[in-house]
């Protein structure tokens, strides 16, 4: 049965805005999700008829897709928005979704490959590519069949980068946009990839009317890598050594834009004042102890976040400045991400172990030096915000950190940002932000020095000019940018 085009705007992503859980008599319960896109979509209203195209998930989400069939989902699961989620067999959702999505697009755009030992690209990994083809054309396939004429689509993330061209292909009429949340390799490092992958990415992104990125900084690297690879031409601002605005291959223009998601400000202010937050705050206080500092981190056991060496660095601040012993307490969220890839598995087992050697060197009977929290709460992460005397935010690479932007929006009394120099935040919170080389430890620790002591003056005025660069494109603004751009 053909599916009827209703839809003037498209929304693409892996993840929707809800997710389901089977219960063993067949019953569905939804669980709405949060973020960035969520926030965005619903600025535009519900009289708009726009439609999210998902994957599903989990094995509740393909039940609920097969019930729904070429329709959309139930609105009063979905929070009143049309969504359509895509039932794509489980193993060729594993291997592009696990197989490249996570284990090469993302570790090349956060160069995070060891090397000497990887990545090798062999059958296995050519096996996984088709299905990266495969479960990009099935998105393709249902924005296609969604899209009004001349709509417009917007196709998020490095999981659905082939998206764009196959989707040109089949309605040439649409106007398609692809975002990229993550940073973006330099050509040097993003020729790894087998030539023909490293060329099918660009040329699926380059489909599109534009390619957005959430800093300058990634925009270009995107374009660099196409003149490297592709021999395409780069557009500059007023020609010569300008900024890119525009690449050009095979008679098309892609324009470049760049889009700083900020921190939704009204819903972090009011949400960290609610009863379980403020529940959370005092049992973090106790553990903390009276009259002591904390150094608060919030992250995911990602590989890029650079949590080990963000330990290491808090151990060595321990060991060459003393007087901090028993006055400060490092509260780390390492909320463990991945973990049925075996290398996120033994990350967050090393998090651990580190966190232990610590407290086990330094700690007293009144005083553990590290509080390391392993389960997902965001009532605790808020709670964390607001109490923080210093946050550490180190990641390796990042194409944004919206860590680094939400803790001065809540902070109570002022925190001090310890920021790496890699993280796309950097571009608009440097300048009140004690920056750090991610990969040095000894400049991580001396950074945790001059945090823990600096002024509460300083450290409040450094918050407010913090917050305000955090907000100044909160989801909404900056979905509808995009749209606007379109």
């Known amino acids: 049965m053909a599916v009827p085009r209703t839809a003037p705007i498209l929304v693409a992503s892996n993840r929707g805005p809800v997710s389901y859980t089977l219960g063993e008599d067949g019953s569905l319960t939804a669980r709405r999700g949060g973020g960035g896109l969520v926030s965005g979509l619903s600025a535009i209203g519900p009289d708009a008829s726009a439609v999210w195209v998902c994957a599903a998930l989990g094995e509740g989400d393909r039940e609920a897709a097969r019930r729904a069939g070429a329709s959309h989902l139930n609105p009063g699961d979905t929070g009143g928005q049309q969504v ?7 193993d060729v959702f594993a291997a592009a979704y696990n197989g490249i999505a996570n284990s090469v697009l993302w570790f090349v755009h956060h160069l995070l490959y060891q090397t000497p030992v990887e990545p090798i690209f ?8 088709a299905a990266y083809e495969s479960y990009n054309a099935a998105f393709a396939d249902a ?3 969604e899209a009004v004429d001349d709509a417009v689509v917007l196709v998020q993330d490095y999981h659905l980068a082939l998206v764009p061209a196959m989707l040109r292909e089949r309605r040439p009429d649409l106007r398609i946009g692809h975002f990229t949340h993550t940073p973006w390799a330099p050509p040097d490092y993003y020729r790894m990839l087998p030539d023909e992958v490293a060329a099918g990415v660009l040329r699926g992104i380059l489909g599109g009317d534009r390619a957005a990125f959430l800093t300058e900084r990634w925009a270009t690297a995107f374009a660099d890598c ?12 007023g020609g010569g050594d300008g900024v890119a605005t525009a690449v050009r291959f095979e008679g098309r223009e892609t324009r470049l834009g760049v889009h700083g998601l900020g921190a939704d400000a009204d819903f972090l202010r009011e949400r960290s004042r609610q009863a379980d937050v403020d529940e959370r705050l005092s049992s ?12 608060v981190r919030v992250d995911r056991t990602e590989l890029s976040k650079n949590i080990v060496r963000g330990l290491l660095a808090y151990r ?35 998090v651990r172990r580190i966190a232990d050697e610590i407290n086990d060197e330094y700690g007293t009977a009144g005083w553990t030096p590290v509080a390391l929290h392993v389960k997902d709460d965001f009532a605790r992460s808020l709670a964390a915000y607001r109490l923080a005397d210093v946050a550490l935010v180190n990641p390796i690479r990042d194409g944004m950190n919206l860590v680094a932007k939400e803790v001065p929006v809540v ?16 571009a608009e919170l440097g300048e009140d932000a004690l920056v750090v080389n991610p990969y040095d430890v000894e400049d991580t620790a001396r950074a945790l020095h001059e945090a823990l002591r600096m002024s509460d003056g300083e450290r409040a005025d450094r918050t407010k000019r913090l917050a305000a660069a955090a907000t100044a494109l909160p989801p909404q603004a900056w979905f509808l940018a995009q749209l606007r751009a379109l």
């Not at 196409?226 to 601002?237: K, N, P, Q």
């Open 122 to 129: 062999d059958a296995e990994f050519a096996e996984q590519w």
């Open 143 to 145: 924005l296609a069949q």
């Open 226 to 237: 196409c003149a490297a690879v592709l021999g395409a031409e780069i557009v500059r601002e």
């Open 411 to 426: 902070s109570e009394r002022g925190c001090a940002l310890v920021l790496s120099r890699e993280a796309g935040a950097y």
């Open 316 to 350: 060595r601040l321990l060991e060459t400045r003393p007087e901090w012993r028993e006055r400060v307490v490092h509260v780390a969220f390492a909320y463990p991400s991945r973990q049925d890839l075996a290398v996120y598995r033994d990350y967050t087992e090393r």
């Open 284 to 295: 973090l206080r106790a553990q903390i102890g009276p009259g002591r500092k904390s150094i």
């Open 84 to 90: 359509r989620m895509l039932d794509i067999a489980p």
